[in-house]
């Protein structure tokens, strides 16, 4: 592989919804697909904190052949 398919992610987002300080809501799930790591966010925030943990964490790993 060329690398490509380890930095790809789906993204599943619930019904957006606008907070009390009317800036939409994210909330939802993510997965990595490379290592199938997955994780709920409640947050913009905390969903792209997942996205930079596993791409920081995939960069100094070697590949792990799907397992």
């Known amino acids: 592989m060329d690398g490509r398919g380890r930095t790809a992610f ?3 987002l619930d019904a957006l919804s606008e ?3 009317g800036a ?5 799930r993510v997965e990595h697909l490379a290592s ?3 994780e709920v966010f ?3 925030e905390e969903l792209l904190a ?3 943990r ?3 964490s995939r960069g100094t790993d070697e590949p792990s052949n799907g397992n």
Request: charged share 20%; net charge positive.
């Open 36 to 38: 199938s790591t997955r």
């Open 54 to 56: 596993t791409l920081l």
């Open 19 to 21: 907070g009390s300080a």
């Open 24 to 28: 939409p809501e994210y909330r939802g």
């Open 50 to 52: 997942f996205i930079e």
């Open 10 to 12: 789906v993204v599943w």
């Open 42 to 44: 409640a947050s913009k």
